[in-house]
């Protein structure tokens, strides 16, 4: 065929003019921008986070200030905590003796405000109370102790015959020990006794100083519960007399919170104690277990460190029972403190305690292992009640906070403070009837 020149470059044009397709792109990818480079697919550079507005840096900056002010105040407070129980380690010894003081009298006011009451002297009422319950504590020792030192030679010996039984329970099957393997394990403990015997002496000087130290201020504390039994009823006067006006009925109404909280946790928790005892000593009694006496009075004074101080009785319980009537006595022990520790924790408590110092049981179990940490026994006795102050003094600062009025008690009444230079006392005050009152939210102790 013939093809004219005409034609030919007419379809040369048509032929440039033509965009080619590529496989897999779309028809505008090749196609040139504005600006004389390849155009962009809409989304292929763009992200899902939000574009910044205006109002962002400024923000930022505010959060960034009100962070570094939180945090400033918290390393103050920090600060003042840390000082705080600098303070009171330095002071440990005189506070102690107070603290005793106070939960001793807790326990023999009820009796010293009846004698009071029936026209005796506060110093003769103060005085008679102390003697007393000092002469009680002292003959329930001197009856403990000849039945001690009585069964202490005979469990002495059931602690023999019980380290023989081990040795030759493992001298038989599965452990198959030699005699003269488990020879040479009681030489080694022996001469690493003789080897730190120094250090025993040391601690053993250390043992009577604590002993010497507890006693002296035990003398001390019972010295300060004769004046809180006598002057006690003029402490919150005077105490309400060194702050303001408007102070004084806070400083009051705390003053009387924190009385009654350490009043009703001496009741309760003897009580409980008293329960724990009469029962577990009923058990080791008929069991037959030596020191029943003994252990029932350690599981009473357990009894006043709340969780801690009944798992550690029952341990001494079941320990004993091992080592004097074997294996199964002891199995039976086990299953009677575990009964009388739910029957008391389930049922008991809430009966006797009612909403009690509403503290959770892991409250009680960190404030004891604080306690002890910081001061043996003697802190893990008074963790708890220390736990339950905290407690009442942070609830009062809030439902103040609130709104809720807890300086007033439920009759509607207020502590005030009325008097002039010659002295101060305290009275209550009508404010509102018991209907108008602020609600108490539930996890709050109510007033008194």
């Known amino acids: 065929m013939i093809v004219s020149a005409r034609s030919v470059a007419c379809i040369c044009v048509v032929i440039g003019r033509m965009r080619l397709r590529v496989p897999g792109r779309s028809r505008d990818e090749s196609a040139p921008d504005s ?38 105040q918290f390393l103050l407070i920090a600060a003042a905590v840390v000082v705080l129980f600098w303070v009171l380690g330095k002071l440990w010894s005189i506070l102690l003796p107070i603290v005793l003081g106070l939960l001793i009298a807790t326990v023999l006011w009820p009796t010293t405000r009846f004698l009071r009451k029936h026209r005796w002297p ?70 690493s006794i003789q080897d730190n015997a120094q250090n025993i002496a040391g601690y053993a000087l250390t043992g009577v100083s604590v002993v010497g130290n507890s006693l002296l201020n035990l003398v001390l504390a019972l010295v ?70 003994p252990l029932a009075v350690l599981t009473f004074f357990g009894g006043f460190i709340p969780i801690i ?37 389930n049922v008991l408590q809430p009966i006797i305690q009612g909403r009690g110092f509403n503290l959770h049981a892991g409250v009680v179990i960190l404030a004891v292992t604080a306690g002890s940490s910081l001061a043996g026994i003697i802190g893990a006795f008074l963790s708890v009640p220390i736990a339950a102050l905290i407690a009442v003094i942070y609830r009062y600062v809030r439902d103040e906070l609130d709104g809720r009025s807890p300086e007033l008690a439920p009759d509607g009444t207020q502590a005030k403070l009325e008097g002039d230079v010659s002295g101060a006392e305290v009275v209550r005050e009508q404010v509102t009837t018991p209907s108008d009152r602020p609600e108490t939210p539930p996890d709050s102790d109510p007033p008194r």
Request: hydrophobic residues 50%.
């Open 224 to 293: 300060l519960v004769f004046f809180f039994l006598k002057d006690g009823p003029r402490f919150v006067p005077w105490l309400s007399a060194q702050t303001g006006p408007r102070a004084a009925r806070h400083v009051a109404a705390l003053s009387y919170k924190s009385w009654d909280t350490l009043s009703e946790f001496i009741r309760q928790q003897a009580l409980v104690g008293f329960i724990d005892a009469f029962f577990i000593g009923i058990g080791l009694w008929i069991l037959g277990v030596p020191l029943v006496i």
């Open 122 to 191: 506060p110093a003769l009422a103060a005085s008679v109370v102390l003697l007393v319950a000092v002469a009680i504590f002292v003959g329930i020792i001197a009856g403990i102790a000849p039945s001690v030192a009585d069964q202490v030679t005979e469990l002495s010996d059931s602690a023999t015959t019980a380290l023989q039984d081990v040795q030759e329970w493992l001298q038989g099957p599965p452990f198959n020990f030699g005699e003269d393997q488990i020879g040479s394990a009681v030489d080694s403990v022996i001469n």
């Open 309 to 345: 101080g009944a798992v550690v009785a029952g341990a001494f319980a079941v320990l004993i029972a091992l080592v004097s009537n074997g294996f199964t006595t002891a199995l039976i022990v086990l299953g009677i403190v575990l009964l009388v520790q739910q029957i008391e924790g």
């Open 35 to 72: 600006t004389g480079g390849p155009s962009l697919e809409p989304g292929a550079h763009t992200t899902t986070a939000p574009a910044p507005t205006e109002g962002r840096g400024p923000k930022l900056q505010r959060s960034m200030r009100s962070l570094a002010i939180y945090s400033a």
